[in-house]
């Protein structure tokens, strides 16, 4: 059979499923709360309204946590996870090499050392026994991120972080409602920052962030970094140290109760036709969906594709190339390590002064060129493909299909 990028008739004409996040419940929480504005006044602040309050308390409850603190972004929500953590300048933070770069400027805001940890290269997430290798005595935290919706092996980096007296920040912004060992990423670590933008799982409004803990001190410091050091829970009336104005507004917030409902359905439509495509492609012999580690259940942000390139006759990008003439979404790379871009390479962070790295409270040379050869070797062998809700049997019969016919093309 003819492959559609040299001439052939590809698998599907039609386009697939934009993905449809709003729907009336969100148009009729929005107008409510207009509408209550209109007429008493007002315009979404923060303070003196209730959603912001209720989504936190219904946020914290669903991961399975005491306590939630609302932001206005998910690169926000992880500065607030470090910033409740109050760490001096010059200490280290362990994070996930293949990552947003919002996961880790951050650590440079707090003019902390992000130290990168290699990845599991059938994953893509932190290793935990790359973890181990990178503590020193300048480590004070870890960010483990979720990637692609799978969690990390979180057993391990916990121990680790006990041995070690660190602390744990999980990044679940690809992640909502993933699970680990029957319980939710978010719930394990010490802290969790939850990105509730438009492309993640579940939005507050296009933007928005989460930080969870169940910790009580550290959710007060959550809270008053989140708000320029406000004295919440504390005597006098005085900020208390240095913070950011990252408040979510009632606005974001009803937008994001409604969500937070949908959430279950929506992670269990992925789950349902990412498993409609392993049934599919499983007499394949040389594509098969990336691993999920023991114990995990992925949310599926997106679908890594293993290939064994050595039992194929042409190169990954070829390969995503062939999948996407098809007529089905293929990307033949998620080539994200943060290190690797220029900002970091030629550290462009406060001016041209290079700091945090030259700072004289650390006093070390950091050279990250290298650092992860996992983490390159994962995103050598895998390629990606979507899924989201609005999915069905049929969007995954024809991934399947596309991957099946050209594999059958290319096979040595």
Not at 389 to 394: F, N
Request: glycine share 8%.
């Amino acid at each position: 059979m003819t492959l559609a990028i040299d001439g052939g008739a590809p698998v599907r004409t039609d386009p697939f499923p934009a993905r449809l996040q709003i729907d009336d419940r969100e148009i009729e929480a929005v107008m409510e709360l207009l509408q209550q504005c209109k007429e008493g006044g007002g315009a979404f602040d923060r303070y003196g309204g209730t959603h912001v309050d209720a989504y936190e308390r219904e946020f914290a409850a669903h991961v399975g946590t005491k306590f939630a603190t609302a932001c206005s972004a998910g690169t926000a929500a992880v500065h607030t996870a470090l910033g409740a953590l109050r760490l001096d300048i010059g200490c280290e933070v362990i994070s996930s090499p293949i990552t947003d770069p919002g996961a880790v400027a951050p650590i440079l805001w707090n003019n902390c050392i992000p130290i990168f940890a290699d990845a599991d290269p059938d994953t893509m997430n932190m290793d935990p026994a790359s973890v181990a290798e990178r503590v020193s005595d300048k480590t004070r935290a870890i960010i483990a991120g979720h990637i692609a919706g799978q969690p990390c092996d979180m057993d391990p980096i916990m121990e680790i972080a006990e041995e070690h007296d660190l602390r744990v920040i999980e990044d679940c912004s690809q992640a909502h409602d993933a699970e680990y060992k029957g319980r939710k990423v978010g719930s394990i670590g010490h802290l969790a920052a939850f990105s509730l933008m438009s492309g993640k799982h579940s939005t507050a409004g296009g933007q928005g962030g989460m930080v969870v803990t169940n910790d009580e001190e550290l959710y007060w410091n959550a809270k008053r970094f989140a708000d320029r050091g406000k004295p919440f829970n504390a005597e006098g009336r005085r900020n208390l140290f240095l913070g950011n104005n990252y408040r979510m507004t009632e606005l974001e917030a009803v937008i994001g109760r409604v969500q937070l409902q949908k959430l279950p359905e929506i992670v269990a439509k992925r789950r349902r036709a990412v498993a409609r495509l392993e049934e599919g492609i499983r007499d394949l012999r040389r594509v098969r969906l990336g691993k999920v580690i023991e114990g995990a259940k992925s949310a599926y942000w997106f679908v890594l594709l293993k290939l064994d390139l050595e039992g194929l006759k042409v190169p990954k990008a070829q390969f995503a190339a062939a999948v996407a003439a098809e007529g089905v979404p293929c990307t033949a790379s998620y080539d994200h390590i943060v290190y690797e871009q220029d900002w970091i390479r030629d550290r462009q962070t406060y001016g041209q002064s290079r700091c945090p790295w030259v700072c004289p409270f650390y006093g070390k040379e950091v050279n990250y060129e290298g650092s992860c050869p996992n983490a390159r070797l994962a995103i050598d062998t895998h390629m990606l493909t979507s899924v989201h809700e609005c999915y069905t049997d049929r969007e995954a019969d024809d991934i399947a299909a596309a991957l099946g016919k050209v594999e059958a093309a290319y096979l040595k």
